[in-house]
């Protein structure tokens, strides 16, 4: 029999299982209060929407190319309403500065393949996206923090890099709503990333799959609006924007996009012939008729309730939490991000957690580059309604409770 670990390439130990992923197969377990998938509620989708969107398709004079192979650019009508939407938030976008992908996490990867040889280096931040490591993970880099305070030394950065044997590629980070923490950057954060980014010359992945997701507080400017303002155009930018669908429309339809300088464009164009050759065109076009028709009010819709039960978890953090817990109040997004005194374990606890108070959350160290974090935990409150929220957080709250009394 085949020894299949011998002939396996190098970056195949990078691989690893995502822990959400296996900890969203208890969403099928009815007695579990799970607060770990970061995934949209499926009672909000637009299904109407959808249905007449394909039946309009189907059945018009485009059910051809629906069905058939198509650019790998993505589809013209789609890349057209994303560009109005990049131009009303100050990008001045052409189509040919927009690329359809399958999910922006496909996006991820593809801006790993383009940008990391082995041992390059990637500025994440910490914690940061689990789904952006594994993506990362199979081009072999090396990670550093990601510091945008006043006290980041661009030079430490590039020396620390050389030192391995390489220079710095990119800079990753979500200024809105960043999953796990729930975190927005402040404008005086942004502009220390891209003044960051020029100092070393280097890329910055902009992930803005949350910004639509705001339910109170000032909406600030993206990266790429910044970056435009500062060198006169999206052509002279150094930011990448990878938009996605998957958290307004469906994420089940695999639709996002990357807006960028055209010479960024025309690589991922290559990337993505010799992957997938296109995103699914009948996709495409049933997203862009659903957008054109109801983008707003869906986003308007989703936000209500999702911060209705942002507010929920909140209230029952404060009810409920010991002394010694502290947690992130988010404006928007999905999640809230709970500190647990340091000598915990989040990873121990949430075992003990399924066992006994039938309650499921993410360990922070999924989400930390070099696997620390464990005292922290990241809590979604997307897909329960408020009594499930509040029912939820008392039993988690028990269970801290009685573990630090055990300690004590």
Known sequence: MLDWEKIYATRAKRMGASEIRELLKLLEQPDIISFAGGIPDPALFPAEAFQDAYSDILSGPEAGAALQYSVSEGYPRLREWIVKRMRARGIDANVENIFIT????????????????????????????LGALQAFNAYEPRYDKLDFSSNAVPEAYGEAAEKAGSRVKFAYLSADFANPTGESLTPMERERVLDLA?????????????????????RHKTLLTMDCERNGGIENTRTLYCGSFSKTLSPGLRVGWVCAATPIIKR???????????????????????????????????????????????????????????????????????TLPEHMDAAALLPLS????????????????????????????SCADPATIREGISRLGRLVSNELAAAA
């Not at 280097?202 to 639509?212: C, F, L, N, P, S």
């Open 102 to 129: 399958s999910g922006s996490q496909q996006g991820l990867d593809y801006l790993g393949k383009l940008f990391l040889s082995p041992n390059d280096t990637a500025l994440v931040t910490w914690p940061t996206y």
């Open 268 to 338: 991922l164009v290559l990337a993505k012939q010799a992957a997938d050759l296109h995103s699914p065109t009948i996709n495409q076009m049933a997203v862009a008729r659903v957008a054109e028709k109801s983008f707003n009010e869906q986003a308007e819709k989703i936000c209500k309730v999702y911060g209705e039960r942002r507010d929920a978890m909140l209230a029952a953090l404060e009810e409920t939490m010991p002394e010694g817990v502290s947690w992130i109040r988010p404006e928007g997004g999905m999640f809230i991000w709970i």
């Open 198 to 218: 020029e100092a070393l010359d280097i890329a910055v992945i902009e992930d803005a799959a949350y910004r639509a997701l705001r339910f109170d507080g000032e």
């Open 354 to 381: 399924l066992k006994t108070e039938k309650v499921a959350f993410v360990p922070g160290n999924a989400f930390y580059a070099d696997g620390s974090g464990h005292n922290h935990i990241r809590v979604s409150f």
